[in-house]
């Protein structure tokens, strides 16, 4: 059901942090992750805790733009999507909750306080598990 092993292995990190690719529906966004999915939750739980400073709080979790044809192969996507359409839907219902709004939007209502310092050591302790 992929056009190459380049997608493939995008398609299968999805959510992990780095790049992936996302399926939303029938289209395809390529996405750069700073923080795993998984460690959302942590991060929203440091935010509240005031461990991460306000620059942070701003940053986009992920940022994605939109594909039309694999950037490997060079295969229109839309053509994927065609030949496996059972396929490619369940790729987009697990995909859905790696759309992210970004963390700003989620604590707009914390007041933060601390340091650059806590900050820096927050994320190295995230990024070394
Ligand atoms: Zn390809």
């Known amino acids: ?3 190459c092993d380049s997608f493939k292995w995008a398609i299968e990190k999805a959510g992990e942090r780095g790049i992936s690719i996302i399926v939303h529906g029938d289209e395809f966004y390529y996405q750069f992750r700073c923080i795993a999915h998984q460690q959302k939750e942590e991060v929203y739980q440091a935010i509240q805790d005031g461990e991460i400073d306000f620059a942070i709080k701003a940053m986009p979790l992920s940022r994605s733009q939109q594909i039309n ?3 490997q192969c060079g295969m229109k996507l839309s053509k994927l999507v065609k030949k496996y359409p059972l396929e490619y839907r369940a790729l987009s219902e697990k995909h859905s909750v790696y759309i992210d709004t970004d963390i700003l939007e989620n604590t707009k209502q914390v007041e933060i306080r601390l340091t650059k310092k806590a900050t820096q050591s927050f994320w ?3 990024f070394q598990k």
């Open 1 to 3: 059901m992929y056009c």
């Open 69 to 71: 044809y694999c950037l």
């Open 124 to 126: 190295s302790r995230l």
